[in-house]
């Protein structure tokens, strides 16, 4: 009685929320009468907290899974649930309030506005929203403090080196305290010691604040630091690791 699914119980810690769901996603493209499948066929599920790293090499599919992720690229098939909000059901104005509201970006090139101060740039997200004034100044100074740029807070980025403006991405992706963070190569453009500190702080907030992160990268040092990695080829999950 009763044992007829049994197998489908698993040892899991049933304390941690699942985020993110994905079920069966495809990107193709048609490229020059060849179909490239640069996802194919990835069911894959994010719980709340994670610190997971993506790896392949190139044109493994990485940045596709991510900018599907972000919602800034479509899926050819298959879904993509955060939370219980279904991303390929959002109409296009609303996927832009959604990822504004959840997610937080941080890309190899920074993307921080040059003529905005790091201060600025941190508060810009919130700024959209529509955050009151002394909570937008309190919640990026706090960031900025987290960062270790206390003091640098007025400066525009042409005065602020590679890895301290990296560290403001890191605090304007976390300014609207969204759901996830997605970083698409964070250190690509960093030398170790910045690279380093980057990767200290973003595991030191994902303990403290919760906060989830993903990372797509080729480089050795976020992996061993990541709690979870999983391992793309082909477009295809190959390998999926937890670390105790």
Do not use: C, W
């Not at 996927?95 to 101060?117: A, C, E, H, W």
């Not at 797509?216 to 999950?237: C, F, M, P, W, Y």
């Amino acid at each position: 009685m009763g044992t007829h699914n049994h197998q489908t119980i698993q040892p899991h810690n049933h304390t941690a929320m699942t985020i993110i769901e994905i079920k069966e996603l495809f990107k193709t493209y048609n490229d020059s009468e060849v179909e490239v499948h640069a996802v194919n066929g990835v069911d894959l599920n994010i719980e709340e907290g994670e610190f997971t790293a993506i790896v392949g090499p190139s044109g493994s599919g990485k940045t596709t899974l991510l900018n599907m992720l972000g919602g800034l690229d479509q899926p050819t098939s298959g879904n993509i649930r955060i939370d219980d909000t279904d991303l390929g059901k959002l109409k296009s104005s609303q996927l832009i309030d959604f990822r504004m509201k959840n997610i937080g970006f941080v890309f190899q090139s920074y993307n921080l506005i040059p003529v905005l101060t790091a201060k600025e740039n941190v508060e810009f997200v919130m700024h959209l929203q529509g955050r009151p004034k002394k909570e937008r100044e309190a919640r990026t100074m706090q960031l900025l403090e987290a960062v270790g740029l206390k003091g640098r807070e007025d400066s525009r980025p042409s005065k602020l080196s590679g890895g301290q403006q990296q560290r403001v991405a890191v605090a304007r992706a976390l300014a609207s305290k969204p759901k996830f963070v997605l970083a698409d190569e964070p250190t690509a453009n960093l030398d170790s010691k910045s690279t380093e500190n980057l990767l200290n702080i973003m595991e030191e907030l994902n303990k403290q604040e919760k906060i989830t992160f993903i990372f797509s990268t080729h480089d050795q040092r976020v992996v061993n630091k990541a709690h979870r990695v999983i391992t793309l080829e082909d477009g295809k999950i190959i390998s999926d690791n937890r670390k105790k």
